[in-house]
């Protein structure tokens, strides 16, 4: 029986100040209120915060995780003369858990590669960092009618390369681009059907039983009032939540509906 997650991308948004109050804010509420067995929280803060973000979310020990912790990307390279970037291990390092790799934002804005997305999701491997990998079409795509093709290739120009063991620890986002930021969700038929038909790829690929222990998500306008409807579809293991994430409360309500 898969668990589910509910994980908040914070993107470029909150102070210090601001990512303290939020944090903390999650940590007192998740104690007072914890999420439903079964169900796992991972928050992606900008780097910056990380170190924060490590103290509200683990108990004082800094052994157990109340909600994970994931950065929102990391270098394509080990490390080294590469002035601005954060590598795996760094990241790793701080406690962070997990690791965005592929979102629509760096694909299209820093015009990320499948070769080098294919880097940054074994540097995450090699460091013990959960990749959450994203795909997704654009309207263009969707309009066109080939947005299966879209996707199957985008995971296997990255993840489907992995050996099954590796490809084991990915989680998998599926967040159409015309859905990210616009306040337009996919309905949970298109949601349903996409993440089936990513489920039956990773079978023909992998076995039935590595498909069977996928996790995958759903991202793209998610929150507080279709989120339930989303988490209810059976191939849908949880959500990458973005601007919702940013509201405790809003953020709260998605965890509480998984
Ligand atoms: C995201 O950026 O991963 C995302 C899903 O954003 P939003 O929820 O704001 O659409």
């Not at 858990?97 to 940054?120: A, D, N, W």
């Not at 337009?184 to 089936?196: D, G, P, R």
């Not at 498909?211 to 989303?230: F, I, P, R, T, V």
Request: charged share 30%; net charge negative.
């Amino acid at each position: 029986m898969r668990k589910k997650i509910v994980a908040g991308n914070w993107k470029m948004n909150k102070d210090y100040t601001e990512a303290e109050e939020l944090l903390f804010g999650l940590k007192d509420r998740l104690i007072e209120k914890p999420q439903r067995d079964g169900v796992d929280v991972i928050v992606c803060p900008p780097f910056p915060f990380l170190d924060l973000a490590y103290d509200a979310a683990t108990d004082e020990e800094g052994e157990e995780y109340l909600f994970y912790l994931g950065a929102q990307n990391c270098a394509s390279t080990e490390d080294g003369a590469y002035t601005g970037e954060v590598s795996a291990r760094m990241i790793a390092s701080m406690g962070a858990t997990h690791v965005i790799i592929g979102h629509s934002e760096r694909r299209k804005y820093f015009k990320e590669s499948s070769e080098q997305l294919f880097e940054k999701v074994n540097l995450a491997l090699d460091n013990e960092l959960v990749p959450i990998f994203c795909c997704g079409e654009s309207l263009e795509e969707r309009e066109k009618g080939i947005h299966f093709d879209v996707i199957r290739k985008q995971l296997e120009e990255v993840v489907f390369k992995l050996k099954e063991s590796e490809f084991s620890n990915v989680i998998i986002a599926y967040e159409p681009v015309w859905a990210i930021g616009t306040g337009k969700t996919a309905t949970t038929e298109q949601a349903e059907e996409m993440l089936a038909f990513i489920r039956g790829l990773i079978k023909d690929k992998y076995s039935k039983d590595i498909a069977e222990d996928s996790y995958l998500l759903y991202g793209g306008s998610c929150n507080d009032k279709n989120a339930a409807e989303l988490f209810a579809c059976p191939d849908v293991d949880g959500g990458l939540i973005g601007g919702a994430a940013l509201d405790l409360e809003k953020f709260l309500k998605i965890i509480y509906a998984a």
